[in-house]
């Protein structure tokens, strides 16, 4: 089991390039899987997470290879997928079981879906239910965890479904059943998740209609015949970068870039919550392709604790334990509150993460949907500390930059799952300057 040593040191510099975006990357192996020919795809997130979707898509007869960084799918069409001869193991990836699930509902073979022990006891009930809505065959375990089984089904139909919990994986789940489904399907959302998904069917040509009233989103998908190829170009992952815009924020002297990072409105709360607390961080060089980017300029910052809007939190959602690092290192009090989610990710991030601040020295309050932080304030230090990540990769991430404002030398245990989403984590850390060493 690999563990990181962190020494906390000098102010950061450098310009870096972070991995391509796991939820993009994701999306763009399953489409182009899906498609009929050959797509070519660049800048695809190379972490265990999506290597784990390549090989659901192989174990189906859908040829993926690799040249040069750049990944070639021969796309099987959408009813041209194979009866896998195993289960299918999506490991550690939320994303990839749930958004496959609706596809595998549509199969004319069965088939049953498994991970490892983290995503084992994730809730999957949250997509069993609107699937079996849809006519699909479908089930888990009585607590609604894997394994899932799927067997064939005549048809789906399009349903109309409010989404219960605010989660772009399970409106995803929908659309691509929407897909197979006979009618139209629409999703209503009152929390804006990040719509991914929407992007990438419009970069296919999938027709896909989104209207807003009344503060909720409405996603209407029909039942499509042919998925054309296409060629995708991936932006470097916003949480990815997540983690440097903390550590520049939080060591003094520090100015960071870092390149080509994909800045969809639906992801960036993070970016607004640390402006809102004072944080110096310019975008620069904006690109609007189908996924906007650009490059983020970064200073060393004073930050102010602050009452986190909650409408920011499902668009800052993966950044929440950077975010509780930045607070704890904040003046005054951070509030977060209508974070439940949290509980579900790879580990229960608002348990894990006050562990996290009490290694660290930190006071907080823990609520059931959220915290309270005390800010150490600008010349904060916390307690050299040694953390559990719960092999949980942001976790072990944001427990690596929060060491650098600690009195001593930091321990990370438990760090093997940084590799599902920022497999080169170390070396980017080693370019900007960070002391930090795998044990
Ligand atoms: C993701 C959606 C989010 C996020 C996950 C990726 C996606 O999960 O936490 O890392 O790619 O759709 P929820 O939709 O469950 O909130």
């Known amino acids: 089991m690999k563990h990181f040593k962190i020494t906390p040191g000098e102010g950061l510099k450098g310009e870096?390039?972070?991995?391509?975006?796991?939820?993009?990357?994701?999306?763009?192996?399953?489409?182009?899987?899906?498609?009929?020919?050959?797509?070519?795809?660049?800048?695809?997130?190379?972490?265990?997470?999506?290597?784990?979707?390549?090989?659901?898509?192989?174990?189906?007869?859908?040829?993926?290879?690799?040249?040069?960084?750049?990944?070639?799918?021969?796309?099987?069409?959408?009813?041209?997928?194979?009866?896998?001869?195993?289960?299918?193991?999506?490991g550690n990836s939320g994303t990839s079981i749930r958004l496959c699930s609706g596809i595998l509902s549509a199969q004319d073979f069965g088939s049953t879906l498994i991970g490892d022990d983290s995503l084992s006891t994730r809730p999957m009930d949250r997509i069993v239910e609107p699937l079996s809505l849809m006519g699909a065959d479908i089930s888990g375990t009585k607590e609604g965890t894997l394994p899932i089984n799927i067997e064939p089904v005549d048809s789906l139909i399009g349903i109309k479904y409010s989404l219960p919990v605010a989660s772009a994986q399970v409106?995803?789940?929908?659309?691509?059943?929407?897909?197979?489904?006979?009618?139209?399907?629409?999703?209503?959302?009152?929390?804006?998740?990040?719509?991914?998904?929407?992007?990438?069917?419009?970069?296919?040509?999938?027709?896909?209609?989104?209207?807003?009233?009344?503060?909720?989103?409405?996603?209407?998908?029909?039942k499509v015949d042919v998925v054309k190829p296409r060629n995708i170009n991936i932006c470097g992952d916003f949480s990815s970068a997540s983690f440097f815009i903390l550590a520049a924020l939080i060591s003094p002297n520090s100015h960071l870039i870092i390149r080509n990072v994909g800045i969809n409105e639906t992801r960036i709360g993070f970016l607004h919550a640390l402006r809102h607390m004072g944080a110096d961080i310019e975008l620069q060089n904006k690109?609007?392709?189908?996924?906007?980017?650009?490059?983020?300029?970064?200073?060393?910052?004073?930050?102010?604790?602050?009452?986190?809007?909650?409408?920011?939190?499902?668009?800052?959602?993966?950044?929440?334990?950077?975010?509780?690092?930045?607070?704890?290192?904040?003046?005054?009090?951070?509030?977060?509150?209508?974070?439940?989610?949290?509980?579900?990710?790879?580990?229960?991030?608002?348990?894990?993460?006050?562990?996290?601040?009490?290694?660290?020295?930190?006071?907080?309050h823990l609520n059931e949907d959220g915290i309270i932080i005390h800010g150490l304030g600008e010349e904060g230090v916390f307690r050299a500390a040694e953390i559990n990540s719960h092999g949980d990769h942001r976790i072990a991430m944001a427990g690596s930059i929060a060491s650098l404002r600690a009195d001593g030398e930091s321990r990370i245990n438990d760090c093997n799952n940084v590799s599902t989403s920022f497999p080169n984590f170390l070396d980017t850390c080693t370019k900007v300057g960070i002391k930090i060493e795998e044990s």
């Not at 972070?18 to 939820?23: F, I, L, Q, R, Y």
């Not at 006979?182 to 990040?194: A, C, D, H, M, P």
């Not at 998904?197 to 909720?216: G, N």
């Not at 102010?304 to 800052?316: F, Y």
Request: hydrophobic share 40%.
């Open 171 to 222: 409106k995803s789940c929908i659309m691509f059943a929407s897909l197979y489904a006979e009618g139209v399907s629409e999703i209503e959302e009152t929390v804006t998740t990040r719509d991914h998904t929407e992007t990438m069917f419009k970069q296919f040509d999938i027709p896909v209609e989104v209207s807003r009233q009344k503060k909720v989103n409405l996603i209407k998908v029909g």
């Open 287 to 364: 690109i609007d392709s189908f996924e906007p980017t650009a490059d983020i300029s970064v200073k060393s910052s004073n930050l102010k604790g602050i009452s986190l809007n909650t409408n920011l939190v499902a668009n800052m959602i993966d950044e929440m334990p950077a975010f509780f690092i930045a607070a704890s290192l904040a003046e005054g009090i951070t509030k977060v509150k209508d974070a439940k989610e949290l509980r579900t990710k790879e580990s229960d991030r608002l348990q894990v993460m006050s562990e996290v601040l009490e290694a660290f020295g930190v006071k907080y």
């Open 16 to 90: 870096i390039d972070v991995p391509g975006d796991k939820s993009i990357s994701h999306r763009a192996i399953i489409l182009s899987s899906l498609a009929e020919g050959r797509s070519e795809i660049s800048g695809l997130l190379e972490g265990e997470d999506c290597l784990s979707t390549i090989s659901v898509f192989n174990n189906m007869g859908v040829d993926i290879s690799t040249e040069n960084g750049n990944y070639f799918v021969e796309g099987n069409g959408l009813k041209g997928l194979e009866k896998p001869i195993s289960s299918l193991d999506f």
